[in-house]
């Protein structure tokens, strides 16, 4: 069920006169995870596909902190769409599903945080070589 594979946040947002702040906090707190890795996309434009696969093991939250950005989450059998475009909004992505963020506007930052550190060898960038190993996990789990 594709409503398993992802999970929407909305951080605390505080404001005042000076303007607003975001807080994400590790461990428990506001996301399930401690981060070990935090990266951000910007310069991209409404014509760029981003990800295009699917990690092994790397869970991932997705904040567009500035503009904003859809992402086309895909457990292998439903797909939906999610659109980031406040920065208090987090998009948790679990493992094992395929990930695709495109229509970027053109004030554009995606943060991500992730829970491991980058191994290239954990990413599946084929999508029907996703399929095979996601019918194989299933037909293992039965």
Avoid: C
């Amino acid at each position: 069920m594709i409503s398993d594979a992802y999970q929407i946040f909305e951080f605390k947002e505080y404001g005042d006169e000076r303007g607003n702040l975001v807080v994400i906090e590790g461990g428990g707190m506001d996301i399930p995870f401690e981060m070990k890795r935090v990266f951000y996309m910007y310069g991209s434009d409404d014509s760029v596909i981003r990800g295009q696969h699917a990690n092994r093991i790397t869970s991932f939250i997705l904040v567009n902190v500035s503009g904003s950005s859809k992402v086309k989450i895909d457990d292998g059998k439903e797909r939906t769409i999610v659109e980031l475009n406040r920065p208090r909004m987090g998009l948790y992505i679990k493992p094992m599903v395929w990930k695709e963020m495109y229509d970027f506007s053109p004030d554009s930052v995606l943060l991500v945080l992730a829970d491991t550190h980058y191994d290239g060898s954990e990413y599946i960038r084929d999508y029907e070589a996703y399929l095979d190993e996601i019918a194989g996990i299933t037909s293992t789990d039965n």
